[in-house]
């Protein structure tokens, strides 16, 4: 926990402004991300939440911040949509007018947090978060003290460094410590806001657009987990180290500066800071080609689920679709795994969540109760996923989609999916909902009335987050290639903006130092 500073009596509060933009954009998704994807995105949407300040999330971590060091804070907004296609230009000119203007509203202020995710990119502008933060520096000079929090996905980009004071990352995938992160932002924030300390970024990369892991901190003997280790003794150890931000990167943004980065944030701009990202980012070259997982094909997964006997009580066979996983950037709509469990009909099977608008309409126009025929799943872009798949089913529950997070991922905020419906057909359960949503929480189950402990086999699209709140329950984790756009081969889309050579796309051998 951070330390609360004392009153000062007749002292003028620090007036800090924050906003946030998050959204992580894949460049081989043809669908462009609009205005109408991003929640809390118009101003004054934040503040007045209830109970905003004890969630898990980096919103609730700054309040909760801002009010223990006695902050003015100007919190206008803080907009996030589900990872998706490239943000439409018009969608980004607006985020970026009212970033701007709320902004110029709130001056003069003493320090600037921007919350966003560093691997957003708009088919205007390719560096959005670089964008952004050079133009937050334009308007409030070279004096006032700037600070990101990202997520540990980030692709850093040089103007990003530049243009900063000070950046920090999430530590863990999945992302549990949001929280955390914020809190440590306020902390070095408030420093440099009274002249403590003289933040400075470094940042090291090298030519690998893959690396760290994807950045999975589950396994203590990981690259990722690892070099955080590292990173922890180096600050321990040399207290001009104020920070050490580790990043994986986002695998599938076709920008030049994708992939792993270290950042230092040194008291101070001296080279050896900057030799310590370099020291440390070749510690993440060294272990680039180490993957801890393993893939099976549809039907291999299909077939170790037919043939598993669990004893009472072993908890779900958990089929990962990973390569459709809705905060990887995928459509969400892959049929593969849908079309096969259908045909084996396993006791105990529940599907999805799956997006479906149109399948959620056609199910609430039918009612609960009703037995009714529909093509789920496609319709997006059935080049990544096959095409629709019919099911006859009852239409078993209907709701708004909405739950509270209970689980270890963003605890205590809400979660939505939208419109959705549970189909029943044979021994499947299907989950269909009308808005983006990774699976992350138990609750996004039990609200159909599906409780996922006594689940057989669950089959859901997601790569890290689910992991926090359904690893604990789950007999076996079975990850799953079904060709959609979370793809784990990059050589399969046509990368045109990318810096080369770079691994591990091309051969790269480093020069000796």
Known sequence: ??????????????????????????????????????????????????????????????ISAARAFGWDLCFPFFAKAAPSGPVAAAAYDTLLA??????????????????????????????????????VRAVIGPDVPLALTLDCHAN?????????DIITSYRTTPHTDQRETAERVARLLDDAMHSRSAPHCHVGRLPMMAG???????????????????????????????????????????????????VVIGNGDDARFQQIADDLILEAWETRDYFSLSFFTGPEAVAKAAADRPDPGAGPMILVDFTDGPFGGAHSDGTELLDLLLKADLPGTVIGPILDPQAVTDAAQAGTGATITLAIGGKTDPTYGGPPVTVTGQVSALNDGTYLRKGAYLTGSTGRMGDSACITSGNCRIVIISQRQQPEDREQYRIFGIDPEQANIIALKGQNHFRADFEPIARELVFVDTGCLVAVDYTIFPWSNIRRPIWPLDEVTLPSR
């Open 1 to 62: 926990m951070f330390l609360m500073r004392p009153d000062e009596k007749g002292v003028t509060p620090l007036k800090v402004f924050v906003a946030g933009a998050l959204h992580e954009s894949h460049s081989f998704n043809s669908v462009r991300t609009p205005l109408s994807a991003f929640e809390d995105a118009e101003p004054g949407s934040i503040l007045g939440q209830p109970g905003l300040a004890d969630t898990r999330t980096t919103e609730g971590g700054i």
């Open 98 to 135: 009212r970033l701007l203007d709320e902004l110029g509203k709130a001056m003069p202020v003493n320090g600037v947090i921007l919350a966003l995710h560093g691997s957003m990119f708009a088919e205007n502008c390719p560096d959005t978060e670089g964008d952004m933060a050079a133009r």
């Open 156 to 164: 850093v980009s040089d103007l990003m460094g530049q243009s900063a």
């Open 212 to 262: 760290l892991d994807m950045g999975r901190t589950v396994d203590p003997d990981g690259p990722m987990a690892r070099l955080h280790v590292r990173a922890r003794q180096i600050e321990a150890r040399d207290p001009e180290v104020l920070e050490i931000c580790l990043n994986a990167g986002f695998y599938y943004g076709d920008i030049a500066e994708t992939g792993p980065s270290v």
